[in-house]
């Protein structure tokens, strides 16, 4: 599987992005999804993670209520919509796939494959 990430930018706080995650692959409708974000000097957080089916979701205390993973598998691609955004939201963020469970999961270990990452910086 390949992961290409893509709609990060510049926004200001209170703003919205939508980051999107296109993958290759005919298994890529069985596998759990992710995001995951690093800013910089820090270790790389998780974010959000969806089930094989798109019926569970996981949210990082920090974003929940604020972001919503979702996913279409006719087409390949995961979605991350990011609203009322904070400075402390400045991070590459990248998209992961999982091989090794169709359900939610935290754990970066659990992630088999990821993309390039793309950036977002929210300004105050």
């Known amino acids: 599987v390949q992961l290409q990430a893509s709609g990060g930018g510049l926004v200001q706080a209170g703003g919205s992005l939508r980051l999107s995650c296109a993958a290759s692959?005919?298994?890529?409708?069985?596998?759990?999804m992710g995001w995951f974000r690093q800013a910089p000097g820090k270790e790389r957080e998780f974010v959000a993670s969806?089930?094989?089916?798109?019926?569970?979701?996981y949210y990082a205390d920090s974003v929940r209520g604020r972001f919503t993973i979702s996913r279409d598998n006719a087409g390949n691609t995961v979605y991350l919509q990011m609203n009322n955004l904070k400075p402390e939201d400045t991070a590459v963020y990248y998209c992961?796939?999982?091989?090794?469970?169709?359900?939610?999961?935290?754990?970066?270990?659990?992630?088999?494959?990821w993309g390039p990452g793309t950036l977002v910086t929210v300004s105050s």
């Open positions: 992961a796939a999982s091989r090794r469970t169709t359900q939610t999961t935290s754990h970066l270990y659990e992630y088999d494959y």
């Open positions: 692959g005919r298994t890529f409708s069985t596998y759990a």
């Open positions: 969806i089930s094989w089916k798109g019926v569970g979701t």
